[in-house]
């Protein structure tokens, strides 16, 4: 398995499942996708917490949460377009996908640099 598999996430997973790999993860979010491994959405610790507010249970499926409108970087843009996204959005972590939909990467900002997940010391 992957470093980048181990945010993946199932559509039919649980919030308290995706709680487990975005603690682990140690980025604040999961990657939810299909039985393909296609991209459908992010769920951040916020989603979730919002999520808890509005009276969702952590029991209930990640679908009741999730971004499906996330931010996110395509195979073969430079580091310059990724940078000026993360900037445009005020985030530090975004997936980057290919044409199928498939992540290919995590890119992460670590000072004016990007890296690639697992990036973190």
Do not use: C, H, W
């Not at 999961?30 to 917490?49: C, F, M, P, Q, S």
């Not at 940078?83 to 985030?91: N, R, V």
Request: without cysteine; proline residues 2%; neutral net charge.
């Amino acid at each position: 398995m992957s470093e980048i598999n181990k945010l993946f996430i199932k559509k039919n997973n649980s919030i308290k499942e995706a709680m487990a790999i975005i603690d682990k993860g140690a980025i604040r979010f999961a990657l939810v996708v299909d039985d393909n491994e296609k991209i459908y959405g992010v769920v951040t610790d916020g989603d979730i917490r919002r999520g808890i507010l509005r009276g969702t249970g952590i029991n209930e499926s990640i679908m009741n949460v999730v971004n499906k409108n996330f931010i996110y970087g395509e195979t073969g843009m430079r580091e310059e377009e990724i940078l000026d996204i993360l900037e445009k959005a005020q985030i530090g972590t975004i997936p980057l996908i290919d044409e199928n939909k498939k992540v290919k990467d995590v890119l992460m900002l670590k000072g004016k640099k990007i890296v690639s997940y697992p990036g973190i010391e």
